[in-house]
């Protein structure tokens, strides 16, 4: 039996509106209608503003910082609701919350597009994580001689400055390559850490994560997948990565099981540390090759951006140079340049804090939440929704630091010449309105080698080079995509070498 028009298309018309209202009941947009909207929230003006968040995200989540302070509010991205919290409440109920509750890597997963940028063995297994948490961090005072050649080495290779002229450099992929041979000097040694190929992977691994990340996050969860495949450049570069790697393994491996694991020769590296933990197909030489290539995506992109930032402000406030270098050298003469002289460099340590509170992203603390949560203030969060916290606007908060948007460079050292206060404000230390590492048990697992990498970079500008900005122009502007704030990328800073250098 054949229906005719008249009555098929009501009866069409009437199966998509019940289809679209049981669509819209099941959504996250409406599980969210509790929570205040920083713009629109219909179903198609809110992309209009998921659009303006694209590169004014700062701006609307500060916006709702202001509108509702300490409590929560929503923003648009293309793909999806991001709750955004504030106040010292709500944060610490995300770092109580248990990983059944809310989850780290699930968010993290979804922020970076994991299972397209890094591989879906990285999601579903990060037994790697630890191993940056203990290893490598245990690890630091035993290997900071190497740490410290490398940089020499590096900066006097790629930063050949003279004493009777400046020279202008691309400030940020100028510091990727220093990032990248310390970094590797610890991970993978010589001479595998200064080889070109095996730098330029890693420094163009660590790109196409982020540049990756962004573009599949600009599409709709269903068109996600396709945009993964299509970008994705991970198998390239697993099998890249294994070119160099593999002997290297391989000679781990061959040694291991001639003489064991605790053998007195044993090298003290990367691919040692993943050995001692990797169990059954975690050996698989693919599977280590993408362990170290994301670990140095963690380490590059974060260290890179960091102590870009750090030569920016130094280039536009020149006054802070010679207290820095006078506390330097007075360390050095006493203590000798090591991972324990580091601890003493306050106002070093200071500068660079300075410069990652005010450099910061719009949000941190990213989770996923696994079942509907109750925050202590009453505030419920549906399942499947991504919270994050308000970083940028907790940092800019006169309430939280005076003068806020102020650059004070030593700002944290002295907070600690305060009495009782040594410890608290140093740069790796976990404040409630410093969110630059997180915090509870998720906060930044590197952060220890990251802030020992920076202050002995620092110290080795300090004592080498003066620097400035090409026609002493003003400190160049960051770069804001969605929530993500990055050092301008085309910048350049001058280096000129100073005469006398200490950096024993």
């Keep these: 039996m054949n229906l005719d028009t008249s009555t098929a298309l009501p009866a069409l018309t009437a199966l998509l509106a019940v289809y679209l209202a049981w669509k819209w009941v099941n959504?996250?947009?409406?599980?969210?209608?509790?929570?205040?909207?920083?713009?629109?929230?219909?179903?198609?003006?809110?992309?209009?503003?998921?659009?303006?968040?694209?590169?004014?995200?700062?701006?609307?989540?500060?916006?709702?910082?202001?509108?509702?302070?300490?409590?929560?509010?929503?923003?648009?991205?293309?793909?999806?609701?991001?709750?955004?919290?504030s106040g010292q409440q709500m944060i610490d109920d995300i770092k109580r919350a248990t990983d059944d509750q809310m989850s780290f890597e699930e968010a993290v997963a979804e922020t970076i597009q994991t299972d397209y940028t890094l591989g879906h063995q990285v999601r579903v297994d990060h037994y790697h994580i630890p191993i940056v948490r203990t290893p490598l961090t245990r690890n630091i005072a035993i290997r900071f001689s190497d740490i410290k050649d490398e940089i020499s080495t590096a900066f006097s290779?790629?930063?050949?400055?003279?004493?009777?002229?400046?020279?202008?450099?691309?400030?940020?992929?100028?510091?990727?390559?220093?990032?990248?041979?310390?970094?590797?000097?610890?991970?993978?040694?010589?001479?595998?850490?200064?080889?070109?190929?095996?730098?330029?992977?890693?420094?163009?691994?660590?790109?196409?994560?982020?540049?990756?990340?962004?573009?599949?996050?600009?599409?709709?969860?269903?068109?996600?997948?396709?945009?993964?495949?299509?970008?994705?450049?991970?198998?390239?570069s697993i099998k890249r990565a294994v070119s160099h790697l593999q002997p290297l393994i391989e000679e781990q491996l061959e040694q291991e099981e001639k003489y064991g694991k605790d053998r007195p020769d044993k090298p003290n590296n990367l691919v040692s540390w993943l050995l001692d933990e990797a169990k059954g197909p975690q050996r698989n030489i693919d599977d280590l090759a993408i362990r170290v290539l994301t670990i140095n995506f963690a380490a590059i992109h974060t260290t890179t951006n960091a102590l870009t930032h750090v030569l920016y402000n130094l280039a536009a406030h020149p006054e802070y140079a010679a207290?820095?270098?006078?506390?330097?050298?007075?360390?050095i003469e006493v203590e000798g340049l090591n991972k324990l002289s580091m601890t003493k460099m306050r106002k070093v340590d200071s500068f660079i804090k300075e410069s990652q509170r005010l450099a910061i992203g719009g949000v941190s603390m990213n989770r996923k939440i696994l079942k509907d949560f109750t925050f202590s203030n009453g505030i419920t969060l549906p399942a499947g929704t991504i919270v994050a916290v308000a970083t940028y606007s907790t940092h800019m908060d006169d309430q939280n630091y005076d003068s806020a948007r102020e650059f004070q460079g030593f700002r944290f050292a002295n907070l600690r010449d305060e009495d009782g206060e040594g410890l608290k404000h140093q740069f790796v230390a976990l404040e409630q309105n410093f969110l630059t590492f997180g915090g509870g048990r998720?906060?930044?697992?590197?952060?220890?080698?990251?802030?020992?990498?920076?202050?002995?970079?620092?110290?080795?500008?300090?004592?080498?080079?003066?620097?400035?900005?090409?026609?002493?122009?003003?400190?160049?502007?960051?770069?804001?995509?969605?929530?993500?704030?990055?050092?301008?990328?085309?910048?350049?800073?001058?280096?000129?070498?100073?005469?006398?250098?200490?950096?024993?």
């Excluded at 929230?41 to 910082?65: L, N, P, T, V």
């Excluded at 790109?207 to 990340?213: F, L, N, T, Y």
């Excluded at 969605?482 to 100073?498: D, H, L, T």
């Design 27 to 85: 959504s996250t947009t409406y599980k969210l209608r509790h929570i205040p909207t920083v713009g629109s929230s219909g179903i198609i003006s809110s992309y209009f503003d998921a659009f303006r968040f694209f590169r004014h995200a700062h701006e609307i989540i500060h916006e709702g910082y202001t509108k509702f302070p300490g409590s929560a509010f929503k923003v648009p991205t293309i793909s999806r609701w991001t709750v955004v919290v």
């Design 157 to 236: 290779e790629l930063i050949p400055a003279k004493e009777d002229e400046w020279m202008s450099l691309p400030a940020l992929p100028t510091i990727m390559k220093v990032v990248c041979r310390t970094s590797n000097r610890l991970f993978v040694g010589l001479p595998l850490c200064r080889n070109p190929d095996y730098r330029q992977l890693n420094e163009q691994f660590t790109i196409d994560v982020i540049v990756g990340a962004q573009i599949i996050n600009m599409f709709p969860n269903l068109v996600k997948p396709i945009v993964g495949r299509i970008l994705t450049k991970v198998p390239a």
């Design 323 to 331: 207290p820095m270098r006078e506390e330097v050298e007075a360390v």
């Design 442 to 504: 998720h906060a930044c697992p590197g952060r220890f080698f990251a802030a020992n990498e920076l202050k002995a970079m620092l110290a080795y500008v300090l004592l080498n080079y003066d620097i400035k900005f090409p026609d002493d122009g003003p400190r160049p502007q960051d770069v804001w995509i969605q929530a993500v704030a990055s050092p301008n990328r085309k910048a350049e800073v001058m280096f000129k070498k100073r005469k006398s250098t200490n950096f024993v």
